[in-house]
């Protein structure tokens, strides 16, 4: 769906398919967080101001542009799998199986939600300081990413019907949620203190 | 912007250009909330179960699509306030009224996130329940589009030298922010009751 206009992206979104939906929008999101946390590394790299940084900037702005393209991916990965979910009940078949799917997509993307906050940590703390507003737009994005995959996580343990798996799930996504917190909390601090 | 693909769009946030930044990704992610919301209406109209709210759905529906449409003018509008205010600050003229220009469209951004927090918490209590994580991800990035669009205020109003209007734009935010994050523990509230 990347090639997709803006445009016309948000308008499937819109229409009467479920898919894309909210998973999709998470990981969206979570790609607008790792191009803005990029551009934060792209406006620091050249300045005299900001040489002693300008190689683990260039690090950073690599391992971004990477979780950048991995939440692409999960853009359309997201709705495949719902997809699925839908196709299995209508056949009545397979249905557990496909909605383990829809629960391991989104937990990628709150994954990768959670490396982005911490490379954001370093980012706000190097980074060139008149973009600091684009860094804390990036924690606050990858934050709302963490936050919308976990919702479509939940609603697709809901009516899974392996217990343990969902027990393990749901203690997973609770020390998730902590790492999350920290990690945005964390940007934040220096956020403000340059704003 | 609205026209480029996606795959585009992002890689122009993530490039060396300031513009867009995070001020379009508030818009941005405004639009998305938006075009949610409206899909949840569209999920809801039309189904048997959900008849004697159809009407109040496509009222929904279309003020939605309204704030949508806004929330996508204001990606534009951010980009361009914003590359006024580098060419005021590059000819060293008119910097202050660039900068009140780049602080009252992010609190444009912001205004559209409470209006469609508000929309949103009919929505959920209305709207298919099938759909109420879609409901809460448009809750979640339209706090995203909040907070990130309050972001942008601060850093403008920060150099700005008329302090009556940057102590007016301060209160006006910080009304803002309790209404906002009243609206949207309203929707999450009915996003949890149903997860």
Redesign the interface.
Known sequence: ???????E???K????S?TP??GS??A??G??A???A??VC??T??KKKYADVEEDMKILRKK??GI?KRF?ELVDEDAAAFDKVMEAFKKKEGIQNALKLAAEVPLDTARESISLLHLLKEIAEKGNKN????A???A??A??SF??AI??V??NL?EMEDMDYRKRKENEMAEMKDEMENGFDEVMEI?ERW?
């Open positions: 769906m990347m090639e997709e206009s803006v445009k992206f948000i308008d979104v819109a229409s009467s479920p939906g909210g929008i998470a969206l999101a790609a607008m790792g191009s803005l990029e551009m792209n406006l790299i050249g971004c542009e950048r692409m973009s600091i507003s684009d804390g737009v990036a606050l994005m934050q709302a936050n919308s919702l479509n939940r609603i809901k956020v704003l």
